[in-house]
């Protein structure tokens, strides 16, 4: 839905099969499992793992990717009606509705470079931070130039390492990986198509980086990026191990796990599967954060959580004294 409407695309309604799968009883499915569940049809999965960024498309590549949409409205219509057969279709309804208003809203990530895989690992050393965010938008004024992706120009793996070492010369910065062209598998009669991509990688100069890189290390200290802003919500602060929560709070413990009880109980009444009635994050953040007696109802619209799931989960826990 947020590409849809990047450009400029928004949809006036939406039908999630997946979702739909849920409330039927199953579990997330792909589209291949869903066709093969509701219609007897098997797909191939020949290009499932094929690298889309290549073009043009072949045609067989094409015709794969065709198959996406071509069932899409006969699962639609089956669906539809088992869920009106369930007593499910207005809380679909809902849920659909939901997905696609967060889409309409979403949130675009203030610093995109700061999605860079592993970024992690840079803790909170501002510099490093800097030399990624120069890289990335550098990467990505190549991308768009030359029309690749951007792993296809230079990798995050490649742009971590230039953040950690933060290369003074010329052997630094061959270390780091920098200057090698991506590599590209290549696949018997698509070579052609490969093939395409290698002139234009040899268009990039590793020098782009070093500049990127030397910007990063000119910057005066009140120009740095801060390091990524610890989680506003509970969760860091919440531990997964139950063995904690026995050891330091088992109080809190038997109220979490009575809950976890008595949800369960309802997704097995509604056939339905429990994680999705309420995330299991949600129950062991209220019951370590809360204190007892506070407002359930409040915490999960605070969450984000819709009527639907309210007017189910909030009754089966105030039933329980919880």
Known sequence: VPAFCQMG???????????????????????????????????????????????????????????????????????????????????????????LQKGIEGKKRPDPWRGVSNINVLGP?????????????????????????????????????????????????????????????????LDSLFDHYIP????????????AVQRAMDLDSSSLPMPTAAPTKHGSAVPNSLKIWEKRHPDKLERLQKAMEAVGKLARSLDIPSVFLISPRLLREYFWMEPVGADFEKFLRSEGVNDWRLSLIVKVIEASNL
């Not at 291949?32 to 590549?61: V, Y």
């Not at 234009?200 to 100069?205: A, E, G, M, S, Y």
Request: aromatic share 8%.
């Open 9 to 99: 695309i928004i949809p006036p309604a939406l039908f999630d099969t997946q979702v739909s799968c849920m409330f039927l009883g199953m579990e997330r499915m792909g589209l291949s499992r869903c066709t093969e569940a509701f219609l007897g049809i098997s797909l191939e999965k020949e290009f499932a793992t094929a690298d889309w960024s290549l073009r043009p498309l072949p045609r067989p590549w094409r015709n794969y990717a065709a198959l996406d949409v071509e069932f899409l409205l006969d699962i639609k219509e089956i669906q539809e009606k088992d869920l009106s057969k369930k007593g499910v279709r207005q809380w679909a309804e809902d849920e659909f509705s939901t997905i």
């Open 125 to 189: 050393d501002r510099r490093a931070l800097a030399v990624v965010r120069e890289v990335w938008e550098a990467r990505e004024k190549v991308a768009r130039e030359l029309d690749l992706a951007p792993g296809l120009v230079l990798k995050d793996e490649t742009i971590i390492a230039l953040a950690l070492k933060k290369p003074k010369n010329e052997r630094e910065f061959r270390e780091t990986g920098a200057e090698e062209r991506v590599k590209i598998e290549k696949d018997g009669q």
């Open 200 to 211: 234009l990688q040899h268009r990039i100069k590793p020098k782009i980086w070093k500049e």
